[in-house]
């Protein structure tokens, strides 16, 4: 099964892409794994994602934590942390 990521802000900018279609293995079963799985592809997913506590994560557009499942996800967002101005 795809599954559709989308990166944003600096994740985008390291990884070199907004987004993609992706088919992950059945290990990968919550954000954590997924998080693990993707710094596995490549040097660009290395840099963006060598600090994976600081990355916030939203299944179907609502905020996930690293622990949760991500089974029947339509997209995953992948973004930095944020600040408020």
Do not use: C
Request: aromatic content about 8%; hydrophobic content about 45%; overall charge negative.
């Amino acid at each position: 099964m795809m599954t559709k990521l989308v990166y944003f802000a600096w994740v985008r900018e390291r990884i070199g892409k907004a987004e993609e279609e992706i088919s992950l293995p059945a290990e990968v079963v919550t954000v954590g794994d997924l998080l693990s799985h993707l710094k596995g592809l490549g040097e660009e997913y290395e840099a963006a994602l060598q600090f994976p506590n600081a990355i916030r994560v939203a299944i179907n557009m609502e905020h996930a934590e690293h622990d949760e499942p991500i089974a029947g996800a339509r997209e995953i967002g992948l973004f930095p942390p944020m600040t408020g101005g």
